[in-house]
């Protein structure tokens, strides 16, 4: 099974940037879609951005704007640019991605239960 690895966490000034991303671990014939998820204790994992094959692309409303999800086919790679990054984006985060083929629906791709695939979580803190 193909593993994803996600890297680029860490700690922070509010306003600042980060920049997650997310390998995998062997060469992949078709990723049909992928996405950042993020989760902080006690709550459900939350879905971020998400982009498929054909680069549709969707955010969540709180992080439009701030947040840019993109992906390089010749490394095989995730990024997501985190800019002017406020305390409450404080979460550990999750790469997640789709190798096997299904339909989906793009109004579901920022939700967890579309994925087979999941990275192990790199944590981003965000200090006021």
């Known amino acids: 099974q193909v593993r994803l690895v996600e890297s680029g966490g860490g700690s922070v000034q509010a306003g600042g940037s980060l920049n997650l991303s997310c390998a995998t671990s062997e060469y992949t014939s078709t990723t049909y879609y992928m996405g950042w998820f993020r989760q902080t204790p006690g709550k459900e994992r939350e879905g971020v951005a998400a982009a498929d094959q054909f680069r549709y692309i969707t955010y969540a409303d709180s992080v439009k704007g701030r947040f840019t999800i993109s992906y390089d086919s010749a490394e095989n790679t995730l990024f997501l640019q985190m800019n002017s990054l406020k305390p409450e984006d404080t979460a550990a985060y999750y790469c997640?991605?789709?190798?096997?083929?299904?339909?989906?629906?793009?109004?579901?791709?920022?939700?967890?239960?579309?994925?087979?695939?999941w990275g192990q979580g790199i944590q981003v803190t965000v200090s006021s």
């Open positions: 997640a991605a789709q190798f096997t083929p299904r339909p989906w629906v793009r109004s579901r791709l920022l939700g967890a239960e579309e994925y087979e695939s």
